[in-house]
């Protein structure tokens, strides 16, 4: 599909703000669902320096502008610029979507959203249980804050390359969920103890991304469990290693294009108050991660 100009039209315009992102699928996605529904709507990229944010904000306040998602690296940097951030955006620490509200631009966090929905089905097994996180980066904070707040696990322990982050994290959302016990863990002995009585295992780092599918987030010593619900929020490539590993051992798995399409599904529907066409952005989504060259 040919990615419209913006400013090409009088439509309202939409996008995502980011620096390299040419590769990403939300303008697909987003085009497909807007043409699904004829809304009188356009959605581009934005990909800019730092030093272009402050300018950049202050043109989405103009009425042309409905809003747009934020992507890496902008998406804690991006909060100084709004007028206002949703509770649950403050509360993670970080904004993927801005709508603009008659000149007010209001922050939020829909990945959270796309977390809740891809975990929901399974909420009575992770409630009361033991939940480890692989991972401390941007995505890692929603994903503890839906985690926490819709699953109410007993524990969530948290394993990241640079300890530094995984302490910030942990102190970050301790004070907030005093039901669930945080913890960190570094040695392999206690990441495999904690992995034997875990319901649900998380990968939120981008181990195993495109292009370097082989890589895995956890080392090959540690051992998951049959039927343990292992979560991998990389989407691209659609199974990640990570997740054919867990299926080898018949764990349950959950990919990363479901946690995609809630977050979509809950931007688009601030920007319209329309109804997500659910069906049509997964179709399109699987067509480009399963054949991205239109081969
Ligand atoms: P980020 O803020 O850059 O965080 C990256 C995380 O991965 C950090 O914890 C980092 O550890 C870890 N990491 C990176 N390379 C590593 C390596 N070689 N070995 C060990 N750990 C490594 O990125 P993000 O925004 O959180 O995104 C993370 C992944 O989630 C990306 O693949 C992104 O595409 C995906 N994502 C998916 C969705 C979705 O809708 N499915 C939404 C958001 C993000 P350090 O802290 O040690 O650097």
């Known amino acids: ?166 302490h910030q994290i942990i102190n970050h959302f301790s004070p907030q969920y005093r039901l669930t016990k945080f913890s960190h863990l570094e040695t392999e002995l206690d990441i495999q103890r904690e992995i034997e009585v875990a319901a649900l295992v998380i990968n939120t780092t981008s181990v195993g991304m495109k292009p370097n599918i082989h890589a895995m987030p956890i080392s090959p010593n540690i051992v998951l469990q049959k039927n343990q619900l292992v979560f991998d929020i990389v989407y691209n490539p659609v199974e990640t290693s990570f997740l054919k590993l867990a299926k080898s051992v018949e764990a349950r798995t959950i990919g990363g294009v479901e946690m995609l399409l809630g977050q979509g599904a809950r931007a688009f529907e601030l920007w319209t108050h329309q109804e997500f066409p659910m069906s049509a952005a997964r179709a399109v989504l699987t067509q480009e991660l399963t054949n991205p060259n239109g081969e």
């Not at 934005?46 to 690296?73: K, Q």
């Open 1 to 166: 599909m040919n990615i419209p100009k913006l400013a090409a039209e009088q439509k309202k315009h939409l996008g995502i703000i980011g620096c390299q992102i040419s590769h990403s699928l939300s303008p697909i996605m987003h085009n497909t669902v807007i043409q699904t529904l004829n809304l009188p709507m356009v959605y581009g990229v934005m990909d800019v320096t730092e030093e272009m944010l402050p300018s950049l904000i202050s043109s989405m306040r103009s009425l042309h502008f409905r809003g747009a998602n934020v992507t890496i690296p902008y998406k804690q940097i991006i909060m100084k610029y709004l007028d206002e951030i949703s509770e649950e955006a403050e509360k993670i620490g970080a904004v993927n979507t801005i709508v603009n509200n008659n000149g007010r631009l209001i922050g939020h966090n829909t990945d959270v959203w796309g977390v809740y929905l891809s975990l929901q089905p399974y909420a009575n097994e992770i409630k009361n249980n033991h939940v480890i996180i692989f991972g401390a980066g941007g995505a890692t904070k929603a994903t503890v804050f839906a985690v926490a707040k819709f699953f109410s696990p007993r524990y969530i322990s948290i394993v990241n390359r640079t300890a530094g982050k995984a």
